[in-house]
């Protein structure tokens, strides 16, 4: 069973974040972003953990998140188009998540002005001569940004109060996943309260 955002929530908060600077990340071993997207604040710390695509082929994320029924409507709108020439909004990472003997599709979905993320996805290949892709995790809470952190998925967040701008979050929320019984059950969470007096300090708990 796959985590999901809540969409109509999540279209509302995007609205109310489209201006300031770029949170985002980068992946082990990814490709395809619409540009720079520098890690957010205590952002998804990652390990050489990473596989090349399957048969050495890139697999068309942009194709499987438009043809998944369960991808929102506001993530598929952004995939309309690419942000610039050949560019879309995406940045893709390989990785061995699940145990599966072919490596796990994550995927991050982001806007275009702004690099925030809208929408994170992780897909596992099919067994047999049919193959395909199966979603097994997804989340489209605004500023969400999935990556891979010692073999296990770790999803962060960054939280803001009402008047903050997109550049300047309140705080953040990482959680981090394993997979188990062919589904991906949390492992750990914190929050990160940030000191709005010094940008680059916090004060994290973690439960």
């Known amino acids: 069973m796959t985590r999901g955002g809540a969409a109509t929530a999540g279209v509302a908060a995007v609205g109310l974040l489209l201006a300031g600077c770029n949170p985002g990340g980068e992946g082990v071993r990814s490709e395809g972003s619409a540009g720079p997207t520098p890690a957010p604040k205590g952002a ?3 390990t050489p953990t990473a596989t090349s695509p399957p048969h050495g082929k ?3 994320a942009v194709q499987l998140l438009k043809g998944d029924p369960k991808v929102g409507t506001y993530v598929k709108k952004s995939l309309y188009k690419p942000c610039a020439a050949d560019a879309y909004p995406i940045e893709v ?9 072919s490596p796990d599709i994550i995927v991050n979905v982001m806007t275009c002005a702004d690099s925030v993320g809208i929408g994170s996805y992780v897909y596992r290949q099919r067994s047999g001569s049919k193959g395909g892709y199966d979603e097994v995790y997804r989340n489209e809470e ?11 998925l770790e999803v962060s967040r960054q939280t803001y109060a009402a008047r903050d701008k997109v550049c300047c979050p309140s705080g953040e ?3 981090s996943y394993r997979w188990k019984n062919g589904r991906f059950s949390q492992h750990t969470s914190s929050h990160t309260d940030y000191n709005k007096a010094t940008p680059d300090a916090g004060t994290a708990s973690e439960g």
Do not use: C, M, Q, R
């Open 173 to 175: 929320d990482v959680i």
């Open 93 to 101: 990472t390989y990785a061995s998540l699940t145990g599966n003997s």
């Open 58 to 60: 890139k697999v068309d």
């Open 44 to 46: 998804v710390s990652t």
């Open 142 to 152: 605004p500023s969400v940004y999935a990556g891979i952190n010692k073999g296990e």
